[in-house]
Nanobody
């Protein structure tokens, strides 16, 4: 199973970015797919998750209302649309898959991880 996250970059505060995560070697099936992020000097934080069999979504309080997670089942891609970006959103963003599909935003539930993509928000 391989995950490749891309779409990061430098954006001004208030701007938007869309991250993509291409998943190969596994069909979404009953899995849960999530985005985590890790800012410098901070622990990795789960921010958004989508449960594949019913499209239920979960968001952290820090991104709720600004970020939207979605997926393209035909192409095995998960997206994270990020609007209203703030300097505090600067981090490396990772996608991850939980094949059991629990939809809980904790690292130990996720077996497969992508390599991360850098998002930098300037003030």
């Amino acid at each position: 199973v391989q995950l490749q996250a891309y779409g990061g970059g430098l954006v001004q505060a208030g701007g938007a970015l869309r991250l993509s995560c291409a998943v190969s070697g596994l069909t979404f099936g009953n899995s849960a797919i999530a985005w985590f992020r890790q800012a410098p000097g901070k622990e990795r934080e789960g921010i958004a998750c989508i449960v594949s069999d019913n499209d239920d979504t979960v968001y952290s309080d820090s991104v709720k209302g600004r970020f939207t997670i979605s997926k393209d089942n035909a192409n095995n891609v998960v997206y994270l649309q990020m609007n209203g970006l703030e300097p505090e959103d600067t981090a490396v963003y990772y996608c991850a898959v939980d094949p059991r599909g629990w939809g809980i935003l904790v690292e130990y539930e996720f077996d497969y991880w992508g390599q991360g993509t850098q998002v930098t928000v300037s003030s």
